[in-house]
């Protein structure tokens, strides 16, 4: 049995994606996953709705779910962090160069992540994007500046189209033998689908 691949559809705003991550990663360990990497928005062509064109509603449920969750995984989490919502562009494009770089993206990405709900910094900010990278221990300038190449560019179109023709709509969503999970609290439906081949 060869190495089971899962496509990773994140928005770099996402909290969800946030607090997805340490049982996403622990997935990732256990079944010895082959990610693809897909930084991503929210596809309004599938159905997906940014949360601030959401009714009020929606909005102040959104942040009763976020409480919840951040409790039950003992994560830190703004509920109205200062710098959301955001541009997530510039911290996709970022990640995207590290994946090219074979560099840990996923660390990347959920440091990012952390930066934004977490610790309330700017990521539109190319200087917090690079001391982000830098704490990891990667080059943050070098990926910084391949951010705005043609070819990350390229990409971060390229993956937005991808996951618009796959049927993503939100992130996260996992894709996985063509079945698609979505919102980490489906990680435990995608954990049983991975045990079961």
């Not at 897909?38 to 976020?66: F, K, M």
């Not at 992540?113 to 917090?128: K, M, S």
Request: hydrophobic residues 40%; charged residues 25%.
């Amino acid at each position: 049995m060869g190495q089971k691949t899962v496509y990773y559809y994140h928005a770099l705003s996402s909290p969800w994606a946030y607090l997805g991550w340490p049982e996403f990663k622990a997935l990732i360990e256990k079944h010895d996953l082959n990610v693809v990497v897909r930084p991503t928005r929210i596809v309004p062509d599938n159905g997906g709705v940014p949360l601030r064109s959401r009714p009020q509603p929606r909005q102040d449920y959104h942040a009763v779910e976020l409480d919840r969750w951040r409790r039950r995984l003992n994560m830190p989490l703004v509920l109205k962090p200062k710098y959301y919502p955001t541009n997530n562009e510039f911290s996709a494009r970022m990640v995207i160069a590290a994946d090219r770089l074979g560099l840990p993206a996923l660390e990347l990405s959920h440091a990012l992540l952390r930066a934004l709900w977490a610790e309330e910094q700017d990521v539109t900010r190319p200087d917090v994007r690079i001391a982000v990278a830098d704490r990891l221990g990667l080059d943050g300038k070098a990926l910084q500046a391949m951010e705005d190449t043609p070819e990350i560019m390229q990409a971060w179109n390229d993956s937005h189209e991808e996951a618009k023709r796959r049927g993503v709509f939100g992130t996260p969503t996992w894709i996985y033998n063509d079945v698609l999970y979505w919102g980490q609290d489906r990680l435990n439906f995608l954990d049983e689908a991975l045990s079961a081949d």
